[in-house]
Nanobody, 126 residues
Framework: QVQLVESGGGLVQAGGSLRLSCAASGRTGTYYAMGWFRQAPGKEREFVAA????????VCADSVKGRFTISGDNAQNTVYLQMSSLKPEDTAVYYCAAVPTQGSFSLPRPYEYDYWGQGTQVTVSS
């Protein structure tokens, strides 16, 4: 069973930085891409960033480009979301997600993710 556990959320002032972590286990037999999503109160879940199994391919949503960076260790057993220049509108519950893909360099579409963590709260104050 795939298990994803997020950590690193908390309270940070606008303009500050925060790093989220996702510890992944139970992903065997294929190449799993990893992603980050977020959901603010009263809003729909939105895609934030993704990384291929190899770590060589990444993509970020337009809303966070230039501020957030996704990275991970070998086979993405631990995936990070480095968040900088945080804004109050970044406040949300951040979720780690995983999905098997075609190969080590593949990036899934946002709707393709199969497994999800419990989420970690990020609050950006002004």
């Amino acid at each position: 069973q795939v298990q994803l556990v997020e950590s690193g959320g908390g309270l940070v002032q606008a303009g500050g930085s925060l790093r989220l972590s996702c510890a992944a286990s139970g992903r065997t037999g294929t190449y799993y891409a990893m992603g980050w999503f977020r959901q603010a109160p009263g809003k729909e879940r939105e895609f934030v960033a993704a990384i291929s199994w190899s770590g060589s391919n990444t993509v970020c949503a337009d809303s966070v480009k230039g501020r957030f960076t996704i990275s991970g260790d070998n086979a993405q057993n631990t995936v990070y979301l480095q968040m900088s220049s945080l804004k109050p509108e970044d406040t949300a519950v951040y979720y780690c997600a995983a999905v098997p893909t075609q190969g080590s360099f593949s990036l899934p579409r946002p709707y393709e993710y199969d497994y999800w963590g419990q989420g970690t709260q990020v609050t950006v104050s002004s």
